[in-house]
């Protein structure tokens, strides 16, 4: 499999430039785990927003993509009008379809807009905001240097 290496110092200059483009006032932040949250707490720290949650999805089984897309530990949201979902990467956009959704159907009245740092073009869905498309496996610091380190 053709792999591209995303570095610490890749994903903090991504993070800025989605800052940048993000033009929308959100209550919230809502991690698509496990990808998701290292964005979704740089976010929380940037925009001074405490109410980071997280949502766990399984859809993939290593790089394996299953069948369909699990859902499950739902945030209480029950305060929040408007959420911003986050997540490393649009694959094919299944995960990211289903968790919206869960969750219009569980909160139809918040407003839910979505942002990562790659996006492949084919995805049946596209995030609001996103940095990069991505051409090949991304590989994330935050898996391939823990795997070289242990």
Same mark, same amino acid.
């Given at each position: 499999?053709?792999?591209?290496?995303?570095?610490?110092?890749?994903?903090?200059?991504?993070?800025?430039?989605?800052?940048?483009?993000?033009?929308?006032?959100?209550?919230?932040?809502?991690?698509?785990?496990?990808?998701?949250?290292?964005?979704?707490?740089?976010?929380?720290?940037?925009?001074?927003?405490?109410?980071?949650?997280?949502?766990?999805?399984?859809?993939?089984?290593?790089?394996? +993509?299953?069948?369909?897309?699990?859902? @499950?530990?739902?945030?209480? *949201?029950?305060?929040? #009008?408007? &959420?911003? $979902?986050?997540? !490393?990467?649009?694959?094919?956009?299944?995960?990211?379809?289903?968790?919206?959704?869960?969750?219009? +159907?569980?909160?139809?009245?918040?407003? @839910?807009?979505?942002?990562? *740092?790659?996006?492949? #073009?084919? &995805?049946? $869905?596209?995030? !609001?905001?996103?940095?990069?498309?991505?051409?090949?496996?991304?590989?994330?610091?935050?898996?391939?240097?823990?795997?070289?380190?242990?």
């Amino acid at each position: 499999m053709d792999k591209q290496y995303y570095s610490y110092e890749d994903f903090l200059a991504d993070a800025k430039v989605l800052t940048q483009k993000i033009d929308w006032q959100f209550d919230c932040i809502i991690a698509i785990a496990r990808g998701g949250l290292c964005l979704s707490q740089l976010l929380g720290e940037y925009y001074s927003i405490r109410e980071v949650y997280s949502i766990n999805t399984i859809g993939y089984d290593e790089s394996t +993509k299953l069948e369909g897309v699990t859902v @499950f530990n739902v945030p209480e *949201l029950r305060s929040v #009008k408007s &959420a911003l $979902i986050v997540d !490393d990467i649009v694959d094919s956009g299944d995960t990211l379809a289903e968790v919206l959704n869960v969750l219009g +159907k569980i909160y139809p009245d918040i407003t @839910f807009k979505t942002a990562s *740092l790659f996006y492949k #073009k084919g &995805a049946k $869905i596209a995030p !609001d905001w996103s940095v990069q498309e991505a051409q090949k496996w991304i590989a994330f610091f935050w898996t391939e240097d823990m795997k070289r380190n242990i």
